[in-house]
């Protein structure tokens, strides 16, 4: 079983993601999309919401699996069979800090990394970015899943009340 860790905060989930993974699950037996617990950042979405959209977005693949992880990527790695990480990458500037970890994973765990260059349709997006222009009124169909742009509204409009 060829398999392949796609890590990351994943808050939200976007179609830049979204394309990395999909066409990582047509080079790998299966993918395992692997949610970062992360209590010291603050984040809009729960790691179950993110899990549960996640799930979602990505059950027609049929090879693709959703988990949550804490502590080090090498370690669940170690834990799940796992000896590659793929990421996404969508400028230059993406890749410093990308083989920096790349190059530690290696040294700590002899983990590999492969680096796939992001569809140039969604080489601006970030998490970031998206929630920023849903927090003020912007349209981010088409750079989200619908689930996703449908929570997105749903959690701003919850923070109006
Ligand atoms: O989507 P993000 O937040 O850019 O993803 C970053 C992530 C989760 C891939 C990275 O922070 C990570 O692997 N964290 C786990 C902790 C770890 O292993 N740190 C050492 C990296 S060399």
Do not use: W
């Amino acid at each position: 079983m060829r398999r392949v860790v796609c890590p990351g905060s994943f808050d939200p989930v976007t179609n830049g993601h979204l394309d990395i993974i999909g066409r990582a699950s047509g080079l790998y037996d299966e993918v395992v999309v692997a949610v970062l617990i992360n209590i010291t950042k603050k984040s809009l979405f729960s790691v179950d919401e993110r899990v549960e959209m996640l799930g979602e977005v990505t059950a027609s693949y049929g090879n693709v699996r959703v988990e949550r992880f804490h502590g080090l990527l090498v370690d669940f790695c170690a834990a799940n069979g796992i000896s590659a990480v793929v990421k996404g990458l969508r400028a230059v500037s993406d890749f410093e800090y990308e083989m920096q970890m790349a190059q530690m994973n290696y040294r700590l765990a002899k983990i590999e990394t492969l680096f796939m260059t992001s569809n140039p349709l969604y080489s601006f997006l970030s998490s970031s970015l998206i929630k920023e222009i849903a927090k003020y009124g912007g349209d981010v169909s088409g750079l989200v899943p619908e689930v996703v742009r449908g929570q997105l509204q749903t959690r701003l409009n919850e923070a109006e009340i």
